[in-house]
């Protein structure tokens, strides 16, 4: 999910009903994000950083506005790899024929690789479907 659009859920239910438990999940080597909650400051994603086919949530640096959100909600974030990505956007697929991005794929990856227990009222955000027809197929294939 984008740090952004976490930002503006976490404020959206603050107003609603009162701050939820967040949690971000970012693609692994996007240090960005789980460094600066474990430090308290922002920090940018070094120039070696991993490919990823998460292309989407990979941005170098949190924007001090975005940081401020979740610091204040004391948001928390993990990572998955690109391997839970795909198991992900394999399980929309076959589950509920939903074709979805890799970045779009995170929060997905996070409850289907066990990483994250879904509560009873867990939601995840799945939110884009701009994926190379050609490698949807692939990673689809795989499970065959």
């Known amino acids: ?15 609603q ?3 939820p438990s967040v949690v ?3 693609r692994d080597g996007e240090t960005g994000v789980p460094l ?10 070094g ?7 998460c292309d989407a949530i990979m941005t170098p640096r949190v924007s001090p506005i ?14 998955v790899s690109d391997a839970e990505v795909a198991d992900a956007i394999r399980f929309a697929w076959e589950s509920h024929g939903l074709v ?4 779009a794929a995170v929060a997905l990856a996070a409850l289907v690789s066990g990483k994250l227990a879904p509560l009873e009222d867990t939601v995840a955000v799945v939110s884009g479907g701009n994926i190379d027809p050609a490698l949807h197929a692939r990673i689809i294939a795989e499970a065959a």
């Open 47 to 53: 120039p070696d950083a991993p490919d990823t086919f």
């Open 24 to 26: 971000g999940v970012v």
């Open 66 to 79: 975005t940081f401020g959100i979740l610091r204040e909600r004391k948001a928390r974030a993990l990572s």
């Open 100 to 103: 979805v991005e890799p970045g």
């Open 1 to 15: 999910m984008s740090l952004p659009l976490l930002a503006a859920i976490q404020i959206l239910s603050a107003v």
């Open 36 to 45: 600066a909650g474990a430090t308290g400051e922002i920090v940018a994603v």
């Open 17 to 19: 009903a009162g701050p």
